[in-house]
DNA sequence: ACAAACTTTCAATAATTATTGAAAGTTTAA
DNA sequence: TTAAACTTTCAATAATTATTGAAAGTTTGT
């Protein structure tokens, strides 16, 4: 396999597993393009390499960086804006699950909270219906807290916290 | 709040959670109802209770079995098929993240694996490539293996292990 | 202040994904 | 073996989500 259909594998694949994941092709495509770009990109460069338009472009790019995976580059000399992506895997991992919690998980946490909260009539199916999100209430927290320990802590905390736990 | 916009609230924000993470809502909130009703439920019932159609129901049911977290009930004196989810949000979990992990997981890093060992020709942008699919590609089967971990252990150990990460 | 070089916005359109419902298929009881 | 009771399938349709492209907006250099 040469450089270029290895690129573009690398590409697509990442796209469609983005799609599988909630999160959009074009934003997918556009940050693995961006990690494995020896140079920051311009918005000419990026609707040239992946083929898509100038909105879709530019509305993708605002979402990468409200996201904190990609940055503007003031390159000197150069009127155009130019765009890196978060190299470090492990930043990368950290920047999405923060993300991730702040915007999904959080949410259903209070959901799950509130119902399985509510007044206890002893009927069977209310009784049900408590208990059942209550496990999942804390079963999420759980997860979650975990997520969030993992995003505070200093860099290599995620791999040997990962290792200790596979060997 | 009383039951029944308990209820109706868990498995409407279900649903959209699910459609988040790429799992459509018809599907998660069959889910969701199984999961807090008291009884095995018909396809009848199902229809009834998220107004949705038949083939709908069936096409999902049917999903949802071959994840392996809905299973048919048969019922003594009974013609309907009825169905069941599993109850245990652990083993609930447990079989997400198996089904998630072999049929989306396990074919990236498949990919990543092919992109990283692509020929090394010494020019920049192949080294960065070849450099940074193998990251991801440690990073995800890193990941993978944990999640796989989780799935062989015994009932409690998830719980038992985010607690220890946790403190 | 002007205009060239750029970026953003957003209504229109396309692409994808989910849902319906009726016909075909299956199972069961008599 | 028949027919009622039920489930599945799948082409048609609806709903959702992504993408385009051109007009409006912004920034920069002169």
Redesign the pocket.
């Known amino acids: 396999m040469e450089y270029q259909e290895a690129k573009e594998k690398f590409i697509s694949t990442w796209g469609s597993l983005g799609?599988m994941w909630?999160?959009?092709?074009?934003?997918a495509m556009i940050q693995a393009l961006l990690f494995v770009s020896t140079k920051p990109l311009?918005?000419?460069d990026i609707m040239e390499e992946l083929?898509?338009?100038?909105?879709?472009?530019?509305?993708?790019?605002?979402q990468l960086m409200d996201w904190g995976i990609v940055t503007k580059e003031i390159i000197p000399g150069?009127?155009?804006?130019f765009f890196t992506t978060e190299k470090d895997v492990q930043e990368l991992a950290r920047q999405i699950a923060k993300e991730r919690s702040r915007r999904e998980i959080q949410p259903v946490i209070k959901v799950l909270k509130e119902v399985s909260s509510i007044k206890d009539d002893k009927t069977d199916k209310t009784k049900e219906l408590i208990k059942q999100t209550k496990a999942l209430h804390e079963l999420t927290e759980n997860a979650d807290k975990m997520l969030n320990k993992l995003i505070n802590q200093e860099q290599n905390w995620l791999t040997k916290s990962l290792f200790k736990l596979i060997k």
Do not use: D, F, H, V
Not at 22 to 27: E, F, T, Y
Not at 51 to 62: K, V
Not at 78 to 81: D, L
């Open positions: 799609t909630g999160i959009n092709k074009a934003m311009s918005m000419e083929q898509i338009s100038r909105g879709n472009t530019s509305m993708n790019l605002r150069e009127r155009k804006e």
